[in-house]
């Protein structure tokens, strides 16, 4: 796989997000082996990731989401498992 093919299918365009629906999202995550303290981490890196204007694309939460993989903090089905959930939300409320 060439790097970079997979980040590139996700949109580069920001949507809002607010603070209570990045908890709304990972707490009711279909990727049960996250941890409470994983999903607050996931949490405050997502946040932290968003532009003043509370602004995100699937793409900046791809990159947050895989820095927490390469660190060893979520597993690779982790990840997989919130941009799911962040590439359904997008679509459908976006």
């Known amino acids: 796989m060439v790097f970079g093919s997979t980040s590139s299918k996700y949109s580069k365009t920001e949507h809002a997000l ?4 990045i908890k709304i999202l990972v707490s009711q995550v279909k990727v049960k082996s996250l941890t ?4 607050d981490l996931v949490e405050s890196t997502i ?3 968003r532009h003043g204007d509370g602004k995100i694309s699937l793409f900046q939460i791809y990159e947050a989401l895989t820095k927490l993989k390469n660190k ?6 982790d990840r997989n498992g919130l941009m799911k959930v962040f590439q359904d ?3 459908k409320y976006n």
């Open 18 to 21: 607010s603070a209570q629906q």
């Open 36 to 39: 409470d303290g994983e999903e």
């Open 47 to 49: 946040m932290q990731r």
């Open 72 to 77: 060893y903090k979520i597993s690779v089905a």
């Open 89 to 91: 939300y997008f679509q």
